[in-house]
Every structure is written in structure tokens, then in C-alpha cells.
């Protein structure tokens, strides 16, 4: 069974990684997880492993149980070099802004200069005040 498993990767935030079971001792899970390996496929995406080692975790390390031992239905595609790539990692590549997309930046862009103008006018205002005005 495919699980994701809350581990410490030493960066001080623990994370969600995927593992397999592959054995079972009452609360007791001997696991393989799913890692990125140095090597690329031939589209150059990052092949994941199951790793040789193991480890023992108990249940409450476990955040989802998947259930499915099929990677394809967690986010993996079988490479033909006997490892997996991450299925949102190809498809970013292709990713094409729509039109919407591009005019709302624009607009939000065009927001932020308007704020701006009204912040420089502010500080023009301070900039003018003196203590006799007082």
C-alpha cells in the first residue's frame, strides 16, 4: 500500500513524502520511500526510486493512507528505464498562460503604480508640513 509519511528532511519543516509499505507489525510499518534520484529521463525529468533502504514507523507518522499500490494514481508515470517520473513535473513544462491571465497581471500591475503614485503624493504632503504650521 502507498502511503505519505510526515518525515524531518532536516530543513526544520517536517513534509509529506511518499512511501510504500512492505511490511506490517501491529502499529509497526516497515517502509521504502519514493525519492528523486540524480537521474534524468530522456525528456529530462527526474526519475524517482523506491530507495533500498528501510525504515520502521509507527501509524502515527502516516498522514494519508493512499489506498492503492499503484503510483500512477498518486501523481507517478512509469519511465521505461524502470522508474518514475512526477506527472505534474511534465505538465508545468507546456503551461501556457491564457489571455485572462495575462490581462489581470496587467491590471494588477497597472493597481500597483496608481498605489504608488498615491503613496509619493503622501509623502510630498509630509515632506511640505513644517512645525510652524502648527
Known amino acids: ?31 521504502q520511500y519514493l525519492s528523486p534520484t540524480e537521474d534524468k529521463d530522456k525528456h529530462g525529468f527526474t526519475i524517482y526510486r523506491y530507495e533500498e533502504e528501510t525504515y520502521e514507523i509507527d501509524d502515527d507518522s502516516i498522514t494519508h493512507y493512499l489506498d ?31 489571455e485572462d491571465e495575462t490581462d489581470d497581471d496587467e491590471e494588477d500591475e497597472e493597481d500597483d503604480i496608481e498605489d504608488e503614485d498615491e ?13 510652524d504650521d502648527i
Open 1 to 31: 500500500m502507498i502511503v505519505r509519511v510526515w518525515t524531518d528532511i532536516g530543513t526544520g519543516k517536517n513534509v509529506s513524502l511518499v512511501a510504500r509499505i512492505i511490511d506490517t507489525k501491529g502499529a509497526v510499518f516497515t517502509i
Open 68 to 98: 492503492t499500490d499503484d503510483e500512477t494514481e498518486v501523481g507517478f508515470k512509469q519511465t521505461d528505464c524502470g522508474g518514475w517520473i512526477r506527472v505534474d513535473e511534465e505538465s508545468d513544462d507546456d503551461y501556457v498562460p491564457s
Open 119 to 131: 503613496v509619493d503624493d503622501y509623502e510630498d504632503d509630509i515632506e511640505d508640513y513644517d512645525e
